[in-house]
């Protein structure tokens, strides 16, 4: 549900933690992905949803029902049962019936498709004082190549792109990331929960990048896409512009989100041009374009 108008920007005192949660955020971070071609956020898409005919009336669910109420401004409300967060005073509102919200693709469930949950080496600390280890080593990432399955797999790359992805939408709060146990170590992240991104477009948090900048690699389809957003016929904010007029609740950004992308898309650029400057084009950018197989190839692997 909405926590923040579009317009408004997150109080630069907050932090990242206790940062609004963003329907917007949520639509808009799939669209993104999907521009930038990660396509590892579920399909999300915002909508009006009547909470009273939609949500109160449909559900048998007595705790649901508990949790319902007419505000004195006469609007229909309803919050969350959990450990935080979870009083009236942090309630969703109808206006009266009506309510602004983003509803996202459910994912398999855990038995038909188990996947992990898996801490970020690129934490943050989640207290008002201290700091991790890779906020005051810079070469922090050298530790990290060292440890199992960062060492051996495509999983640094993987990591390296889910920080491009926060940084473009500014976006603090990834603690953790999700991969489908299926596909093993060699398999993508999954980019859930983005509510917390674009909430300050007049701020660039340029320690989202460390992972890109403290292990100077990224992926050659990764980078050649980045090139591409940054020509003046594909520039990211125009593509961005275009793909969320498609969504119901459009527009889903203001102009001045949509411009730090592009501002922001030339610091990931610089980033990665101060890694090809130190350590050479061959030793940062990996290649990962799919090889082409021969044919005798394929009728081997058809054989087997």
């Known amino acids: 549900p909405p926590r923040q108008k579009r ?31 990660f396509r590892r956020v579920p ?12 949500i109160l ?23 969350a049962k959990c450990p935080y967060m979870c009083k009236t005073e942090y309630a969703v509102c109808g206006n009266p019936h009506l309510l602004e919200g983003s509803l996202s693709a459910f994912l398999p469930s855990l038995n038909l498709a188990p996947r992990l949950s898996i801490p970020n080496p690129w934490i943050r600390s ?3 004082d201290g700091k991790e280890e890779w906020e005051v080593n810079p070469l922090y990432c050298n530790t990290v190549r060292e440890i199992y399955p960062y060492s051996n797999s495509n ?10 992805f926060d940084f473009l939408t500014g976006n603090m709060d990834r603690h953790h990331y999700e991969m489908f146990t299926k596909f093993g170590d060699d398999g993508f992240l999954l980019h859930l929960d983005n509510a917390r991104g674009f909430g300050r477009h007049s701020h660039d948090e340029i320690s989202i990048l460390a992972p890109l900048s403290q292990c100077c690699v990224i992926k ?18 125009d593509v961005m512009r275009e793909s969320l007029l498609q969504d119901p609740l459009a527009p889903v950004l203001t102009e001045p989100h949509l411009l730090a992308l592009d501002r922001r898309l030339q610091l990931v650029l610089e980033a990665v041009g101060k890694c090809i400057d130190t350590f ?24 087997t």
């Open 7 to 37: 317009e408004e920007e997150t109080p630069e005192n907050f932090f990242y933690f206790v940062d609004f949660q963003r329907h917007n955020a949520e639509i808009a971070a799939f669209h993104l992905d999907r521009i930038l071609d």
């Open 43 to 54: 399909p999300t898409v915002g909508r009006l949803i009547n909470v009273t005919k939609e």
């Open 57 to 79: 009336e449909v559900t048998k669910n007595e705790v649901l029902q508990s949790v319902f109420f007419v505000s004195p401004a006469s609007n229909v409300c309803f919050f």
């Open 126 to 128: 989640y207290s008002f």
């Open 155 to 164: 999983r640094l790359l993987n990591i390296v792109d889910m920080a491009i």
């Open 220 to 237: 050659r389809t990764t980078l050649l896409r980045l090139r591409l957003l940054a020509e003046p016929e594909y520039r990211l904010s």
């Open 280 to 303: 050479g084009e061959a030793t940062v950018v990996a290649d990962d374009s799919p090889q082409p197989q021969s044919p005798a190839g394929h009728r081997a692997k058809l054989d």
